[in-house]
């Protein structure tokens, strides 16, 4: 059962043969799937990542930003940078990541401005300076690649959950087939690809009356 946000945006119902199929280019106001029950978004059905650093120790990675104060000092580190990559770009599988958990020398710390989980592999890829372990999007806003430079510091961040499962996913798997233990799971399942009928969609499915049993 899918519980992470749908990214088709719509439906569209063909009035003469009555078909209903998903658009990507209609109004968002009408979403597709909209009888699908949202849950935690660390369960391990809306997002696998947030779940296993939830259930396994890790590190906080901090990023933090550098700015060159000096025009020269900002022309002569650029400098230098740049030869580096030059001399590395005769084989790009050698090419190394560089990063720092200090400011290099005429730069000042501006602030510290995000903290990612990452788990002990991905610290280990930038340990080795093979990756930096996060995309580009989780730069600040106004990030400027002539004047500035990113710090990396790193902290333990220990297990906060021991199991991957919620009690729903756990009660579907152990009592399988059981309706009035699991009657909202089942409800949700069949919800999960179904849309109301207010958005063209055949309507959401409902199994309150097995709450009553």
């Known amino acids: ?7 088709t945006v719509g439906v569209v119902k063909d009035i003469d043969f009555g078909e209903i199929h998903h658009e990507h280019n209609v109004a968002i106001e009408n979403p597709a799937y909209d009888c699908r029950k949202m849950y935690e978004e660390h369960s391990i059905m809306a ?14 990675l901090r990023l933090g930003v550098c700015r060159c104060n000096d025009k020269e000092v900002c022309i002569s580190y650029s400098s230098e940078k740049y030869k580096r990559l030059v001399s590395q770009s005769s084989g790009f599988e050698n090419l190394k990541v560089e990063y720092s958990s200090q400011c290099p020398k005429g730069f000042s710390e501006l ?3 995000k903290e990612l989980p990452v788990s002990q592999a991905v610290k280990k890829t930038i340990d080795d300076r093979e990756s930096l372990g996060f995309a580009n999007s989780d730069l600040p806003p106004g990030f400027d690649f002539e004047k500035d430079e990113l710090t990396f510091r790193f902290s333990p961040r220990p297990a906060s959950h021991n199991n991957l499962l919620e009690p729903r996913h756990f009660n579907a798997i152990v009592y399988p087939g059981c309706v009035e233990k699991n009657h909202e799971y089942y409800q949700n399942s069949q919800n999960a690809y179904r849309t109301s009928m207010d958005h063209g969609g055949l309507g959401c499915a409902d199994m309150s009356w097995a709450a009553a049993k």
Do not use: F, L, P
Request: net charge negative.
């Open 47 to 60: 997002n696998e990542t947030k779940a296993w650093n939830r259930v396994m120790d890790g590190w906080w």
């Open 1 to 7: 059962m899918d519980e992470y946000a749908e990214s």
């Open 111 to 113: 602030q510290s401005y």
